[in-house]
């Protein structure tokens, strides 16, 4: 098995520690910044993992990038209500930091695009749906190609046959 990426080991490292400080804070805080630190810490690492296994990660890593922004504020807030001391918020601003750094460039160096064939099957399907009148799709760069959507109605329902029996109803 390869070794996992720098930033999944990283955010890992953060939920090993701070899981059990949370346990340590006061009955009053453990249950709504405790549990919201672990539960964004734990979102945190499985969006890491997630685009660690992932073709088009784009997604995973800004939900991940968002986990660090959130994790930022309630680290922020627990220090500012003294559940925290300054020594375990400075090492949550380094961790954070750190982790935040490199989801960030990681996220800068994947496509944010989609494949194009993608967008015209997404283009298509919504003009299906939404029953646009006919217009031209966006032209790709490759093959310059255009192309109409031209929606039919469908054909109305033919009515029952007088021999045939009615639905039935339950």
Not at 47 to 63: E, I
Not at 143 to 163: A, E, G
């Amino acid at each position: 098995m390869t070794e996992p990426a720098v930033v999944v080991q990283k955010a890992y490292d953060w939920a090993l520690w701070i899981i059990p400080k949370v346990e340590k804070f006061p009955k009053s805080y453990r249950f709504s910044i405790g549990q919201s630190l672990v539960a964004a810490s734990i979102e945190l690492l499985m969006n890491l993992v997630d685009a660690t296994y992932q073709a088009l990660n784009a997604g995973s890593l800004a939900a991940a990038v968002r986990e660090v922004n959130r994790i930022r504020y309630l680290a922020r807030l627990a220090k500012d209500l003294r559940v925290i001391n300054i020594a375990g918020h400075e090492f949550a601003a380094q961790a954070m930091d750190q982790v935040g750094r490199m989801a960030g460039a990681w996220l800068k160096s994947t496509p944010q695009t989609i494949p194009q064939r993608l967008v015209l099957f997404h283009t298509l399907a919504a003009a299906r749906e939404k029953r646009v009148p006919p217009r031209q799709l966006p032209r790709s760069r490759a093959p310059q190609l255009s192309f109409t959507i031209h929606l039919l109605p469908l054909p109305p329902i033919p009515p029952r046959c007088s021999q045939c029996s009615p639905p039935r109803r339950l």
